[in-house]
């Protein structure tokens, strides 16, 4: 390895004094520390300013600027200075601390609006999330950093997460004219950043919605997993599309009603009912027979 060698040379300041060196310090960047509480970054500026005349730091390119206080002059000082500089490079210590740029992550991510006139889905070209997550405010969305992010801009009301897209839900005194290309910039930066979107502590809507007790007699029961293999393989892609999400919450055999949770674009939308009666339903009806009479559904 190349040794370092430090030239002095003047300035047209008498306070500044330049010491050169024969090979690069830094790469397309110029530096200026005033203090040592400024010079973080910098380990070798911060050693220069334990000499008590050193007024200021410059670092660029291949060499050092040091602007001194009146209570010396440089011709006293400045070979003690470039020997330091010289011992200092050629140990091998860091000049700058850069930070090396995070790897941004390739994505693409566009807006997409949904049956439901307060929701927009976003959706990307790569997985995003293992599972369905929703966060009805920023105490919900406690292990989610995007999430909690989002639910800082004053017109969001919920963010509904699955596989491949982001739906969220704005205040009506909002218009999706105003705040779409800021969301979906918002979103997209988020990810390309290499940011976490879930923390592995979330919890998926699908562990919060069926109490324990609950989903062990879901287990057990036939009609009931009948009616989630329904769901899971005819209904859930096709809301999905839409932006939203459909959970199956219980069973009552008595009187034939399968109760299930609306989430995402679905949840609140107008045409959620209808969807409900001549979808769901329907499908169910002809599926199971007998076994089903109604579909009830409560917004999640």
Same mark, same amino acid.
Request: charged share 25%.
């Given at each position: 390895m190349?040794?370092?060698v @430090?030239t002095?040379?003047?300035t047209?300041?008498p306070?500044i004094?330049?010491?050169?060196a024969?090979?690069?310090?830094?790469?397309?960047t110029?530096y200026? +520390?005033?203090? @040592?509480d400024?010079?973080?970054s910098?380990p070798?500026a911060?050693?220069?300013f334990h000499?008590p005349f050193?007024?200021?730091v410059?670092i660029? &390119?291949? +060499?050092?600027a040091?602007e001194r206080?009146d209570i010396?002059?440089?011709?006293?000082?400045?070979?003690?200075?470039?020997q330091?500089?010289?011992?200092?490079?050629?140990?091998g210590? %860091?000049v @700058?601390?850069e930070?090396? %740029?995070?790897?941004?992550?390739?994505?693409?991510?566009?807006?997409?609006?949904?049956p439901? %006139?307060s929701v927009m889905k976003?959706v #990307?070209?790569k997985k995003?999330? %293992?599972a369905t997550?929703?966060f009805?405010?920023i105490d919900?969305a406690?292990d989610s950093e995007l999430?909690?992010?989002l +639910?800082?801009l =004053?017109f969001v009301?919920?963010v509904?997460m699955d596989?491949?897209?982001i739906s969220?839900?704005? +205040?009506e005194?909002a $218009?999706?004219?105003?705040?779409? !290309?800021e969301?979906?910039? !918002?979103?997209?930066?988020?990810?390309?950043d &290499?940011?976490? @979107?879930?923390s592995?502590?979330?919890?998926?809507?699908?562990?919060?919605?069926?109490p324990a007790?609950?989903?062990?007699?879901? #287990? $057990?029961?036939?009609?009931s997993?009948q009616i989630i293999?329904?769901?899971e393989?005819?209904?859930k =892609?096709a809301?999905?599309m839409?932006g939203?999400n459909?959970?199956?919450?219980?069973y009552d055999?008595d009187q034939?009603t399968?109760n299930?949770?609306l989430?995402? #674009?679905?949840s609140?939308? =107008?045409?959620?009912?209808?969807t409900l009666k001549n979808?769901?339903?329907?499908m169910?009806k002809? !599926? !199971?027979? $007998?076994?089903?009479?109604e579909?009830?559904?409560?917004?999640?």
């Amino acid at each position: 390895m190349k040794e370092y060698v @430090i030239t002095v040379k003047e300035t047209n300041s008498p306070a500044i004094l330049k010491f050169e060196a024969n090979q690069f310090l830094t790469t397309n960047t110029n530096y200026e +520390f005033k203090n @040592i509480d400024e010079a973080k970054s910098s380990p070798l500026a911060q050693q220069l300013f334990h000499l008590p005349f050193v007024k200021t730091v410059y670092i660029s &390119g291949n +060499f050092i600027a040091l602007e001194r206080f009146d209570i010396v002059a440089w011709e006293d000082v400045q070979n003690e200075v470039a020997q330091q500089l010289v011992e200092y490079l050629n140990s091998g210590a %860091p000049v @700058i601390l850069e930070e090396v %740029p995070a790897t941004k992550v390739a994505i693409t991510l566009y807006a997409e609006v949904t049956p439901n %006139p307060s929701v927009m889905k976003f959706v #990307a070209n790569k997985k995003l999330v %293992p599972a369905t997550f929703e966060f009805k405010n920023i105490d919900e969305a406690k292990d989610s950093e995007l999430a909690k992010a989002l +639910f800082h801009l =004053p017109f969001v009301k919920e963010v509904f997460m699955d596989e491949n897209y982001i739906s969220v839900t704005k +205040f009506e005194v909002a $218009d999706w004219n105003d705040i779409t !290309m800021e969301l979906r910039e !918002m979103i997209r930066t988020h990810i390309a950043d &290499g940011k976490e @979107i879930v923390s592995a502590q979330a919890e998926t809507t699908q562990s919060n919605n069926v109490p324990a007790k609950q989903a062990a007699i879901i #287990a $057990d029961d036939e009609t009931s997993q009948q009616i989630i293999q329904i769901l899971e393989e005819y209904v859930k =892609p096709a809301v999905a599309m839409d932006g939203g999400n459909i959970l199956f919450q219980s069973y009552d055999e008595d009187q034939k009603t399968v109760n299930v949770i609306l989430q995402g #674009a679905c949840s609140g939308c =107008p045409s959620s009912t209808f969807t409900l009666k001549n979808g769901i339903e329907t499908m169910l009806k002809n !599926m !199971m027979g $007998d076994k089903v009479n109604e579909v009830v559904a409560i917004n999640g």
